[in-house]
T-cell receptor, first 112, second 114 residues
C-alpha cells in the first residue's frame, strides 16, 4: 500500500528542455514534501521542499508545484542539464511527527 | 562539515554470518534513521532514533535485525543470522529534528549475502 507514488520509473529528456517529474500521494495528512536526487553509489541528497501552505517553491532551475486537491506534486527542471541525470525521489511527511515516506523514484536521463 | 559516515561501503558475506553496519551521524543532529533500498521495495524505513532512543522500529523486517545507538555519535544495524534476501543497500540518515527538516544521508553500505 504505497502512500507516495511515482508512476514513471524513468524519463528521458533532451538537454536544454524541461524535465517534469510527477508524484502522487494518498495520505491527506501529509503536509510537507521534499525531492531528493540520488547519483549511483551515493546517498540521496536533498533538492527542494514545499509546505502545504504553498503551491509553488522555486530554487534556481528547480521548481516544485503542489496541488493539494489532487494530491499531486511535480518537480520541474528548466533547463535540463546532463548533470541532472539521476534518480529523483519524492518524500512526504505529516507535521504531527511521522517520518518521511519515500516514493519509489524516477530515473531521469538528460541526453546531450 | 563531515556528512553522515557509514561503514563499510561494501560487505560480502555468506548466509548465516552476522553482519554489522555502522553509522556516524552529523554532529548535533538529534534524529538518526536506518533505511534499506531494494529494487522491489524502493527506499523503506527500518527504524529511527531520537536522542539515542528508538522511536519507531515497525519497519524492522524480522527479529534477525537489531539496531542500537549507544551514544549521539554512533549507531549500528546488526543482522544475525544473515540471509540472501537481506542483500540490499542500507542507508543511514540524520536530521536536526522532525517534522519539516530534510534528512541527510550517508553513501550507504552495499550488502551482499551469498
Amino acid at each position: 500500500d504505497q502512500q507516495v507514488k511515482q508512476n514513471s520509473p524513468s524519463l528521458s529528456v533532451q538537454e536544454g528542455r524541461i524535465s517534469i517529474l510527477n508524484c502522487d500521494y494518498t495520505n491527506s495528512m501529509f503536509d510537507y514534501f521534499l525531492w531528493y536526487k540520488k547519483y549511483p553509489a551515493e546517498g540521496p541528497t536533498f533538492l527542494i521542499s514545499i509546505s502545504s501552505i504553498k503551491d509553488k517553491n522555486e530554487d534556481g532551475r528547480f521548481t516544485v508545484f503542489l496541488n493539494k486537491s489532487a494530491k499531486h506534486l511535480s518537480l520541474h527542471i528548466v533547463p535540463s542539464q546532463p548533470g541532472d541525470s539521476a534518480v529523483y525521489f519524492c518524500a512526504a511527511s505529516a507535521s504531527f511527527g511521522q517520518n518521511f515516506v519515500f516514493g519509489p523514484g524516477t530515473r531521469l536521463s538528460v541526453l546531450p | 562539515d563531515a556528512g553522515v559516515i557509514q561503514s563499510p561501503r561494501h560487505e560480502v558475506t555468506e548466509m548465516g554470518q552476522e553482519v554489522t553496519l555502522r553509522c556516524k551521524p552529523i554532529s548535533g543532529h538529534d534524529y538518526l534513521f536506518w533505511y534499506r533500498q531494494t529494487m522491489m521495495r524502493g527506499l523503506e524505513l527500518l527504524i529511527y532514533f531520537n536522542n539515542n532512543v528508538p522511536i519507531d522500529d515497525s519497519g524492522m523486517p524480522e527479529d534477525r535485525f537489531s539496531a542500537k545507538m549507544p551514544n549521539a555519535s554512533f549507531s549500528t544495524l546488526k543482522i544475525q543470522p544473515s540471509e540472501p534476501r537481506d542483500s540490499a543497500v542500507y542507508f543511514c540518515a540524520s536530521s536536526p529534528g522532525i517534522p519539516n527538516q530534510p534528512q541527510h544521508f550517508g553513501d550507504g553500505t552495499r550488502l551482499s549475502i551469498l
